[in-house]
């Protein structure tokens, strides 16, 4: 499996990008699984459901499960910071990409989201694993680069970058120093 993050400051296009670069992979017959970073209070379950009265009811984990679709809940009694390795793991070993969204501190290698109207400073330049900036003002980047510089409306171009250089993604979880599964 390939893994590669997108990394960018709220409002600088990333869930748009990941939204455009899924049919684009797609339609090139890869399979792809995304890891998205939530904030603390989300819910993917509603009230009066079953999954819902299970898990309000103490269950630890519900499965819920059709012939087209798995949704797999697990509660925390206790705040737990899982690192997007972890979520990995979790993941469906038949994919062939896995697109991760947030987790910009991660150790991914990882496209930065720039866009200029955002009015946040770039990261490329204190972090060693961002390897690309999709950006819509190439011109306007704050820093000179030597990143490929990829353009950001352009979602089957980065998507032929990505196939061309897929060996640099390559995912080794074995080769993860620290990092506990």
């Known amino acids: 499996m390939k893994v590669v993050g997108f990394a960018g400051y709220s409002g600088s296009g990333k869930t748009t990008l990941v939204e455009r670069l899924i049919p684009a992979f797609r339609l090139k ?31 630890f984990e519900v499965v819920v499960a059709s012939d087209k ?3 797999l809940m697990r509660e925390f009694e206790q705040p737990v910071r899982l690192s997007v390795h972890h979520l990995i793991a979790e993941l469906y070993e038949g994919v062939d990409w896995v697109l991760v969204e947030g987790f910009k501190d991660s150790d991914l290698l990882k496209i930065e ?3 200029e109207r955002a009015e946040k400073p770039a990261r490329y330049l204190d972090d060693d694993f961002i390897v690309a900036i999709a950006t819509d ?5 704050p820093h000179p680069t030597l990143r490929p510089v990829l353009d950001l409306n352009d979602a089957e171009a980065i998507v032929n970058w990505l196939m061309t250089n897929e060996s640099r ?12 599964l």
């Open 137 to 141: 003002s190439p011109d306007r980047l």
């Open 69 to 71: 679709r798995l949704a």
């Open 169 to 180: 993604f390559d995912y080794r979880p074995e080769t993860l120093a620290g990092v506990t």
């Open 29 to 59: 017959g890869r399979r792809i699984s995304v890891v998205k970073h939530a904030h603390h209070c989300f819910d993917i379950d509603h009230a009066g459901k079953d999954t819902h009265r299970h898990r309000e009811a103490g269950a």
């Open 113 to 115: 989201v720039w866009r």
